[in-house]
């Protein structure tokens, strides 16, 4: 399914003829249902709705020019919105993408959060799995081995992991903020160009 998702997001122009085609062909079921009429009339009535549709809008006594002046003011809307919500995008971008680095060979990964003064902040900041990635327990014993300090397990690949001290946590959350620090310098270079633009 992400697949056809995927597909349909890259080639719009093809999606939607095949929408369209789609919607057409449920239309005309659900007329030809109702009015107990055959697939090939019922297809005939729907283009008739349509041409009519259209007809009669295009009948009123407005001219032409108002009619172009409409679709040119929709048309400088849906330019407008579009940059908004690139916008948008871009602001968010520099660190939605940023949820996970490595430290001294540990792999970490955090959440975001904006705290009460409205400013981005790091959350749940902790190692994970360098093999998958996947979220890490503690254990004394594994298969054979005992051991008198906890060590990180993960019990999706069924390894243990070297288990970083408090401070080499605390220096890879450091290394994380100076990280995101440059990459907000260096969104705000861009958006000064952008600006200049």
């Known amino acids: ?4 998702i995927n597909w349909m997001k890259e080639n719009k122009i093809i999606s939607t003829i095949i929408v369209g085609v789609a919607v057409e062909l449920i239309a005309t079921a659900i007329i030809s249902g109702i009015n107990k009429v055959d697939l090939i009339k019922s297809t005939e009535l729907l283009w008739n709705i349509i041409f009519k549709f259209f007809s009669t809008i295009l009948n009123f006594n407005i001219p032409v020019w108002i009619i172009l002046i409409v679709i040119f003011l929709l048309y400088i809307l849906l330019r407008i919105i579009i940059k908004i919500k690139e916008n948008e995008n871009f602001h968010n971008e520099w660190y939605e993408s940023y949820t ?4 001294k060979g540990v792999l970490y990964n955090w959440d975001y959060y904006k705290n009460f003064e409205g400013q981005l902040d790091l959350s749940n900041f902790r190692p994970i799995c360098t093999y998958c990635r996947g ?9 054979n081995s005992h051991y008198m300090i906890p060590h990180l397990y993960c019990p999706n690949c069924d390894k243990v992991l070297e288990t970083p001290s408090r401070e080499d946590i605390n220096q890879a959350e450091l290394f994380v903020r100076n990280n995101l620090k440059k990459r907000l310098e260096e969104k705000i270079e861009k958006n000064e160009l952008r600006n200049k633009k």
Not at 1 to 4: E, L, N, Y
Not at 135 to 143: A, D, E, K, M, P
């Open 1 to 4: 399914m992400k697949r056809i």
């Open 135 to 143: 979220n890490l327990t503690t254990t004394n014993n594994y298969r």
């Open 100 to 103: 996970t680095d490595s430290y």
